[in-house]
């Protein structure tokens, strides 16, 4: 009897924690990706874009059925369950990996976007933040005719089944939640640009400080952003040497840093190593001395990344984690205004190491 | 002696009585013909009394398989088990003859538990013979035999089993006590005996391992396992056994080594499969399906939109329909048993999904459920594990993956508190305690 009264007692405890009601899969809407732009309208600034996925049993390339649902309210939780009203079906946030803010409210401010994203519970942390250029609701209108299944593009540009281009710099809610909220190291989202045409473009970073865009990369600078910041480190990389152009494509390459000196002016040392191999050489480099090519190149590199890293400095913005790494190594009350003092005086010192592994030709 | 032995047995045709004379003496024999094999009363009763080469009470004083019965008691027991009476008229001396002929399956195959290249025959139905094997598998002085009998009325005979230097005095008491107190008028299934020795009525896991495999016997004896034969039926018990044992085919100790290991982990993973996946079906697909890759849930939700019944019906739908199959497959008549399957499995699983009944991912998750539930080596433990999905099911139907999560952990909990025979029944490996003994295995390593 006792046993009885045990495991109902069980069983009755498991109803306070049962989390989400009974819903079937078939009667919830998938929301495959949100944008969430700055509407102009002062009383209600939040226009919100839900791209809601209409499942359909043949997954294949350009099937993919897609309802579009935008409103705008005076705030995004509230404009969510507004959309309500116009769906039949339960919205579901559980699939949204793809979270698209735009350029315009990204200039303002994202604080309480990213705040509404990180309350509600079934948005997953592992959702892929960008920046939608010009808005975030043309961005979400782009239907590329590869498509397989709802929401299906952005989501293989973004992840690492689909392209693996340099130029991209994904990061999830949690990680530009903790670069918010971490002091010393500031986020940086990828733009994703409508070309007007069916398709877009995603090569540029938008650099914040802790709530809004301070500076925009172009495309090299942001392929040696990501290079530096180890993110996305195959890469191909231009240069000159005797008057010839070279491209050559980075095989593996690590970045380090260090700081010295905790009076002004610091001196920040950054470490790239990279192994590398000729896409377009001229001809006869085989034969010739590889190492007056490897300086050559590593000079460059160097120049380029200190022009970077000099950029990022003036705006004020701290990407790579200097701040948080002198907070580490030199702790203390003060440590925060230090560095804030610091910074803007801080000098830096790029060495590259370039190998070259072989011309890329079996001769 | 005839006339009483016509009194004590109903009005039976079967059974015969006659009394014979030669020029030395007159004896009254009595047996009940089906039991008896004619040939041999002939050979050794009739024949030899009317010859009269030696004399005839000569033999019966002789030939030790003539026993004197003093118990006129004990005549109607004799008689039923095969044996002739034979009455001695001038000195009044009763013996009796074991003519037995028993009608069992002869040395067959194994049927139930099927190896490639193990041994290829099972245990007879007949003590006997199935002793023969096991000797010859285990041929060791030190194996004990111990001979009981139950059941009021079928008095099934019973061999207790064992090698006296490695089993466990506490366990083989144990089996012993429960051996004697057992009351009950019939046995005739070693299935029937487990549950008579358990002495639990309602159990969940098998607690006694029933083989049909001289192989797994003799490796069990070497272990310091009790054997428990059971007449009539070519299956023996094992015990004390662990919930590993019931996992374990024998042919895991034939066959090359990765090879044998990847199965157990394959068998283990089915085992989870089989209790959890129609429970997680139901809790995913209408509590979480955001814990789904997002093609699969977009393809879940178009082939479940022609359903009309929310997804507990449809799992409840077709595993009645797969446990229906599967019943009637073990059932029906062999020649009709792959009718069965083949309008089962195909015609309806396709019709079910075309007819919008269930959805298509459904069949999958069935036909999982279904095999993977073969996969398990031992009958009795895939028999009761079959059960194990419905608690669950109705755990996520009200609470979802934390309904599956405390289900599974009360399995868990309740497999640790089982003993078979005073042994921890779910002990992983761990260290042996002396004082607590072993798991049946004093001396194993």
């Known amino acids: 009897m006792n046993r009885y009264a045990a495991l109902l007692s069980l069983l009755l405890a498991l109803l306070t924690i049962s989390g989400c009601g009974f819903k079937d899969i078939d009667k919830r809407f998938f929301v495959v990706a949100t944008g969430i732009d700055w509407s102009g309208n002062k009383s209600k600034p939040y226009r919100i874009t839900l791209q809601l996925a209409i499942p359909s049993p043949k997954i294949e390339p350009g099937a993919s059925k897609i309802q579009y649902e935008t409103i705008d309210a005076p705030s995004i939780a509230e404009g969510v369950r507004m959309l309500k009203a116009y769906v039949d079906k339960e919205l579901d946030f559980g699939h949204c990996k793809m979270m698209i803010i735009g350029e315009e409210l990204a200039k303002r401010d994202i604080n309480h976007s990213i705040e509404w994203m990180l309350r509600r519970r079934d948005i997953q942390s592992v959702a892929t933040l960008a920046i939608g250029r010009p808005t975030a609701e043309t961005v979400l209108h782009v239907r590329p005719a590869s498509e397989r299944y709802p929401g299906n593009a952005l989501l293989l540009s973004f992840g690492a089944d689909g392209t693996e281009s340099s130029y991209n710099y994904a990061e999830t809610l949690s990680g530009f939640a903790r670069r918010v909220s971490e002091k010393g190291m500031d986020p940086a989202l990828a733009i994703i640009t409508n070309d007007g045409k069916e398709s877009y473009i995603i090569n540029q970073v938008a650099l914040f400080d802790k709530e809004k865009i301070k500076t925009i990369l172009t495309p090299a600078e942001t392929q040696l952003f990501n290079q530096m910041s180890d993110h996305f480190t195959k890469a191909s990389m231009h240069g000159m040497f005797k008057g010839t152009p070279l491209v050559i494509a980075i095989n593996q390459l690590n970045s380090s840093f260090r700081l010295q000196g905790h009076t002004a002016p610091v001196r920040i040392t950054m470490k790239v190593k990279m192994d590398v191999v000729f896409e377009e050489a001229p001809n006869g480099l085989f034969d010739k001395d590889w190492l007056s090519v490897e300086d050559a190149l590593a000079t460059e590199y160097e120049k380029a990344a200190v022009a970077l890293l000099k950029k990022i400095q003036r705006h004020g913005v701290d990407p790579f984690g200097f701040g948080l790494r002198y907070r580490a190594v030199y702790p203390g009350k003060n440590a925060w205004n230090n560095w804030t003092q610091l910074y803007p005086d801080a000098e830096f010192n790029v060495e590259a190491m370039v190998k070259i592994e072989g011309t890329g030709l079996i001769r | ?445």
Not at chain 2, 9 to 18: C, G, R, S
Not at chain 2, 222 to 234: A, E, R
Not at chain 2, 388 to 411: D, E, H, M, T
């Open chain 2, 1 to 445: 002696m005839n006339e009483r032995i016509r009194l004590l047995f109903a009005e039976a045709a079967d059974l015969k009585t006659y009394t014979l004379s030669n020029s030395t003496m007159s004896i009254e024999i009595a047996y009940i013909a089906p039991l008896c094999d004619e040939k041999m009363i002939s050979d050794f009763i009739t024949v030899p009394f009317t010859k009269e080469e030696i004399p005839y009470r000569k033999q019966l004083d002789t030939i030790p398989e003539y026993l004197k019965i003093e118990d006129p008691a004990r005549w109607q027991d004799l008689m039923l088990r095969g044996n002739v009476l034979i009455k001695d008229i001038d000195s009044g001396e009763i013996f009796s003859f074991f003519t037995g002929d028993v009608i069992c399956n002869e040395s067959p195959q194994t049927q139930v538990e099927s190896a490639i290249q193990g041994p290829q025959i099972a245990l007879s139905e007949d003590l006997n013979k199935s002793m023969n094997l096991i000797r010859t598998m285990y041929p060791a002085p030190e194996v004990a035999v111990e001979e009981y009998s139950v059941g009021y009325i079928s008095k099934t005979p019973l061999l207790v089993v064992f090698d006296q230097r490695h089993v466990d005095p506490s366990v083989l008491d144990n089996v012993r006590s429960k051996l004697s107190s057992i009351s009950i008028d019939m046995v005739h299934a070693a299935g029937e005996l487990e549950k008579l020795l358990i002495g639990k009525r309602r159990h969940l896991f098998p607690t006694v391992l029933i083989t049909e495999r001289p192989d797994r016997i003799a490796k069990s004896l070497s272990k310091g396992k009790v054997v428990v034969l059971i007449k009539g039926s070519m299956f023996a018990l094992i015990m004390p056994v662990s919930f590993f044992d019931f996992m374990h085919a024998i042919e895991d100790n034939y066959e090359a080594y990765w090879m044998t290991r990847t199965l157990i982990v394959i068998r283990y993973l089915s085992i989870i499969l089989t209790i959890t996946l129609p429970a997680l079906y139901i809790a995913i697909v209408s509590y979480n399906p955001e814990l789904f890759r997002v093609q699969l849930a977009f393809s879940i939700a178009a082939s479940r939109s022609a359903v009309p019944y929310p997804s507990y019906i449809e799992v409840f739908v077709m595993l009645f329909m797969i446990e229906a199959l599967i019943e009637a497959s073990i059932r029906l008549p062999r020649y009709i048993g792959s009718t069965a399957t083949t309008v089962g499995g195909l015609i309806l699983g396709q019709a079910a999904q075309q007819a919008g009944l269930v959805s298509s991912i459904m069949i999958i998750v069935t036909s999982v459920v279904a095999i993977s539930n073969f996969v398990i080596p031992i009958n009795s433990l895939s028999f009761s594990v079959r059960f194990l999905k419905y608690p669950l099911i109705a755990a996520s139907i009200f609470f979802g993956i934390s309904g599956v999560a405390v289900g599974l952990f009360l399995y868990v909990s309740y497999l640790c508190n089982l003993r078979s025979f005073g042994k921890p029944y779910f002990r992983l490996h761990g260290k042996v305690n002396p004082a607590e003994g072993d798991v049946g295995q004093v001396r194993a390593k």
